[in-house]
């Protein structure tokens, strides 16, 4: 029994150290696949994002995405227009507050192009000139004002079908124009623009006087030839006939002043001239609404809602034209079209912008607009081309920071784009700068941002841009006062004629409530009129946005100061301006009038949406997947390495304890076994040692034991060269009485 139970079966501890370093080579083949394949991925990606941001080739996604409407890249554009329809106009007139009735959306395709372009490889700069115009969607088959055939995209036709079901639904819900088929024939009463035109432009910023600001305009107004005229110091023209022959008697000698000069005047000119006095000082103002009585004061007109959006033929920017070549002969409305890439090309400045190819966080970053790298306005709007050369240029703002012209696109952000950082766009609606911050809570409940399934981050403008300067004092460059209410934007330096003209969120959303009361309008609701833009934070790419501002006009009695002129002109006579007693609307309370409120609204395309899964998101996904998968089999091939380790020596020392007890077995099954040394514990090395042969120089040395410990043994050699029997089972029983000693401790 003692020899079968000391035969138990055995396994060799080694296969599993065998296994164990197998798994170690696959553990370490993971590591190498986490860490390779991914940045492989990862720099193929970082190559196509950079096709997406650069602009240093005209095949470029980014080229293509910019260049035109007309390119699968590009954004599909659409701008929402809700103008106020004045009911009680006469009311207004005496003093009331304006009930004023929202009439939209008139919904506009936006299409872009560039044009005139170049670029400048050693700076890595593309210079080009901007060209946009609108399409109506009632006119989807043309444009109405250019004439350009439009073929929708089938993107853009799923997009005005949502569009128009929001709005038919919206229309169900609302109380003012459910009913009311709007067209652009739809006729509605706004502001007389011409006429607050001519006041503005021709009697400066006081002429309306609760703007007017000593820090804004240190001088009221740059003396013209129309304010000459309007103000009373051309004294009836000084008669023009004379001047004509004073003229050529005098032109070699500079005996006029520049008020003089002024004043002389062409017959064409004489007439315009006439025709804006009479209105002005004879209350002749123009007949705009079909009354049989031209005489009438009026501040209003009844015009069609194409014709206020995009201009028509008017007495007063007829003579305005004659008498200062800058300003169009017709009213451009208040938002203009271009009729066609020549008329860019005339009449647009060039844009330059960086197109990264040396910096890629700089790209589409403005080094100059419209042809101006500091900003300066001139009578009628941007000098561009003229830059401070310009008809009456001047600053566009009152610090030379504010002028200088920085910012990217409304659309194209540098990359990498976190929730920590302030991006700055440049705005050619405000003719500024304007700076964006991370607002996820704009119209969105859910604090996160997904479009079509890719991530993004919403950004909107920075609450401090529409302070008061009180507030927020950086605001006093741009022309904000201590009584301008929150919530405005002034732009009346390179409005059309310096008109005063304030922009705000629709509806004077988070401004002084004081601007609801005087207009006659509710609180707005930031899911409606707050401006964002949701931006896909790898390329920057504004993947969709609104953009919402609301124009409008300050308007009150338009007193036209008295200008007394002390200076003796040719005939020696004084002439004092009799005006400015009540102003042209003494009744009228001021008001910042709404003109209308606007969204502009883009979504990027579903062929670079196509093309950023295809070439970023999903590759993304992928080496993520790969470093996940491949890091956790790494992990768990190193756990499995150690385990099979461990395990193998466990069996390693269970084999050998196994093959020890054979050992004892066989020994103690030998017949031959001496009873001499059966008594274990007079086997000692004093013992043995004697019973050695003398030729032998084999003696106990340190030697790993069998359970892999260091103890006093003989070596198997030893034991091979002892030719006596019993000497050699009293060495092996030596042996075995040391490793038992070690195993049981």
Known sequence: MLKAACRPR???????????????????????????????????????????????????????????????????????????????????????????????????????????????????????????????????????????????????????????????????TSTNNANLIITLDTKITSLYMPLV????????????????????????????????????????????????????????????????????????????????????????????????????????????????????????????????????????????????????????????????????????????????????????????????????????????????VQGTRIDQFPPNIENTNTLRVFSDNFIRTMDLSYQPNIGNNNMNTIYNDIPTLRFGYDPLQFANVLNFPPNEAYYSTPSLPSGLLNTTTCSLGRVPLYYSKPYFYGGNQTLNNGAGLPLGQGITHDTWIDIEPLTGKSIASHYRHQMNVYVDSMPMPSITKTKMILNNKHRQLQGGSGGLFPSLSPVYFPLMWIDYNRETSNTWLNNFRNTIQIPLQTANTIKIITSVLGGLFGIMMIGFIIIGKQRYHIYNTQQLQLNIGSLLSTSSFSTTSSNTNTITKDYITPLLPTTSSSSSSSHSSSFGSTIDIYSADTIENISNTNTKQDILLYNLDKELTTLLG
Request: net charge negative; aromatic share 10%.
């Open 197 to 404: 035109t001519l006041v503005a432009h021709g009697y400066g910023p006081s002429a309306f006087e609760n703007i007017y600001n000593p820090i804004t305009h240190k001088t009221d107004i740059i003396p013209n030839k129309i304010n000459q005229i309007l103000t009373g110091n051309c004294q009836n023209f000084l008669n023009h006939e004379r001047l004509q022959q004073q003229q050529q008697y005098n032109n070699n000698n500079n005996l006029y002043t520049m008020d003089e000069y002024n004043c002389l005047l062409t017959s064409e000119e004489y007439v315009a001239a006439t025709t804006l006095r009479t209105i002005l000082h004879n209350n002749n103002i123009p007949d705009n609404n079909n009354n049989d009585d031209p005489s009438t004061n009026t501040l209003f007109v009844d015009r069609p809602i194409q014709e206020i959006l995009f201009g028509y033929s008017d007495p007063i920017f007829e003579a305005l034209n004659v008498l200062n070549s800058n300003f169009p002969k017709r009213y451009p409305g208040i938002l203009g079209n271009t009729t066609s890439s020549m008329e860019a090309h005339r009449q647009n400045g060039y844009n330059r912008i960086y197109t990264g190819n040396n910096d890629i966080t700089l790209t589409n970053n403005y080094i100059a607009w419209d042809s101006m790298d500091q900003l300066y306005c001139c009578a009628a709007g941007p000098c561009g081309n003229e830059g401070s050369k310009g008809s009456l240029a001047k600053p566009a703002w009152a610090s030379t920071w504010a002028n200088i």
């Open 10 to 172: 055995t396994i060799d501890g080694s296969a599993y150290i065998l296994t164990g370093a197998l798994v170690a080579i696959l553990a370490i083949f993971s590591v190498i696949i986490a860490v390779i394949f991914p940045s492989k991925i990862n720099e193929n990606v970082q190559n196509q994002i950079n096709n997406f941001i650069l602009l240093n080739s005209s095949s470029s996604l980014a080229y293509l995405a910019f260049s035109s409407s007309n390119n699968a890249e590009a954004d599909v554009a659409v701008l929402d227009i809700y103008l106020f329809n004045c009911t009680n106009p006469d009311d207004v007139e005496l003093g009331s507050t304006p009930t004023l009735v929202p009439i939209g959306p008139i919904n506009l395709w936006v299409r872009h192009e560039i044009i005139d372009t170049s670029y400048d490889k050693t700076k890595n700069i593309l210079s080009y000139k901007d060209y946009k115009y609108y399409i109506p969607w009632e006119n989807d088959g043309d444009n109405f004002a250019t004439g350009i055939p439009n073929t929708l995209t089938s993107q853009e036709l799923q997009y005005k079908q949502k569009i128009l079901q929001q709005q038919q639904q919206q229309q169900q």
